[in-house]
């Protein structure tokens, strides 16, 4: 079994995770390591634009489906081994609960993954380097991947990474600031010195995503540069 989560989220999720506000829906928003969430397909049906990215989209769909739902039987015996991690009520309130939506939220990305694609909307891409421009976006959100994901030990790597998701975007957002283990990550400090030191605005967030115990709270980078003069 994997040591990181494969998790899916749908848009009331990010809408917690990241402390979304209908107003920012305007804006130009990345999903970076989006994966099978369903976040781009409920905004693109409520009107809004959304471009999410992820090496798994470089497969085909068929693929991805089959991907996705080993991903979410794996994800089953993970939280069952790993229970005590979680709050168990407010989000999901048991683990058939937890699956059942995990589900929901992957068949709904499925379904739109290739009319998505065609319209540039899911775009094959991996951290740390990305094609688009810079200051393409407004705000690039990134949950479930730089703390938590298959390279949270890299420090190097999740600096590169957070500094390229900052030349794209205006404003980046982090979550959780767990590691795989549910800890507060131990990189969390370095990253944020090194951040500080490269001029960039950081902040931690409280936010109202309840479901990971110690995971109410986001980073958020703005990559702004202050420049003094
Ligand atoms: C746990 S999923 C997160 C899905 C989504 N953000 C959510 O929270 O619902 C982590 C995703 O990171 C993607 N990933 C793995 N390596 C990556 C990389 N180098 N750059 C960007 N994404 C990557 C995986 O394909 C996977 O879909």
Known sequence: MKNHWSWSHSLKNYLLMFDLTTEEFDRPILDVAAGPSSFNSEMHYQGYQVTSCDPLYAKPANEIETITTAMIDELGEKVSQQSSQFNWGNEFSNLAELLRQQRDMAAIFCRDFPEG???KRY????LPRLSFEDFQFSL??????????SLSD?????????HEMCRVAQEVRIYPLLDQHGRISPQLGLIMSELQLADYGVEIRQVSYQFFKHGNAMLRVFSRRCELT
């Open 117 to 119: 694609l065609a319209q």
């Open 123 to 126: 775009c094959a891409e991996s």
């Open 154 to 162: 890299d420090i190097q790597f999740q600096l590169d990474s957070i």
């Open 140 to 149: 690039a959100l990134c949950a479930n991947f730089i703390f938590d994901g």
